[in-house]
């Protein structure tokens, strides 16, 4: 399988910071990343999907001037979550592609408290 | 809409055999995955499927029935390690992922 490095794997910020979450595919070349997120006990609840060079396309409900993505190389995106509150505190995972459909990989997973 | 469904939690013993189900309703059906999650990681890959029938990798076997939009994972000869969230995600038509809620596994001696 590929090889997909997320970090941090767990953060801890105040209220109204804002915290970076970085993605790299090690081993292939992401032309696709997808951000979700997870509260407990529930489903992989897509976020928003990137192109490398292209701006990202955000579910409804997801707020994209405080989810902001950047996929600028075919390696790394990073998802920045702007002026945090305790309720965007959740499971950030992300999931590069390369186009192949038979298979979806995934980072390490980032765990956020905003408190 | 489109949704995904599956036992929100199974029980089952050390050594036995256990099935998850897992029923769809998407736009568009490019293949059903099967990933294992345990707490506070990432899922893992366990199995895909395109095509209707089985397909056998190990302790594990995914079956899948596109006329019947179903699927089952079936986990053989359990072992404590297995005790973990099992996720049932469907490819639409956009080659969108839609994930059920997965379905929570407890492994007893």
């Known amino acids: 399988g590929a090889v997909v490095s997320q970090h941090p794997s767990r953060v801890i910020c105040k209220s109204g910071t804002s915290v970076k979450i970085e993605c790299r595919s090690l081993?292939?070349?992401?032309?696709?990343m997808f951000w979700y997120r997870q509260f407990p006990k529930q489903s992989l609840m897509l976020m928003a999907t990137?192109?490398?060079?292209?701006?990202?396309?955000?579910e409804q409900g997801v707020e994209k001037d405080k989810f902001l993505i950047n996929h600028a190389s075919l390696t790394l995106s990073t998802l920045t979550v702007t002026s945090a509150h305790p309720e965007d505190s959740s499971f950030y995972i992300c999931?590069?592609?390369?186009?192949?459909?038979?298979?979806?990989?995934f980072g390490q997973g980032t765990r956020l408290t905003v408190v | 809409g489109q949704n995904i469904d599956q036992p929100t939690e199974m029980t089952a013993t050390e050594g036995a055999i256990v099935q998850i189900n897992c029923t769809y309703q998407?736009?568009?059906?490019?293949?059903l995955f099967w990933y294992q999650q345990h707490a506070g990681e990432a899922p893992t890959f366990l199995s895909y499927?395109?095509l209707d029938g089985l397909e056998e990798k190990g302790r594990f076997s995914s079956f899948l029935s596109r006329s019947k939009g179903y699927s089952y994972l079936l986990l053989k000869e359990l072992q404590m390690k297995d005790s973990a969230s099992y996720l049932c995600?469907?490819?639409?038509?956009?080659?969108?992922?839609?994930w059920g809620a997965g379905t929570k596994l407890i492994i007893k001696p």
């Open positions: 081993d292939f070349q992401a032309t696709t």
């Open positions: 499927n395109v």
């Open positions: 990137s192109n490398e060079g292209s701006k990202a396309t955000y």
């Open positions: 998407t736009s568009g059906f490019n293949g």
């Open positions: 995600a469907v490819r639409d038509s956009n080659y969108q992922l839609i």
């Open positions: 999931s590069p592609s390369q186009g192949d459909y038979t298979e979806a990989f």
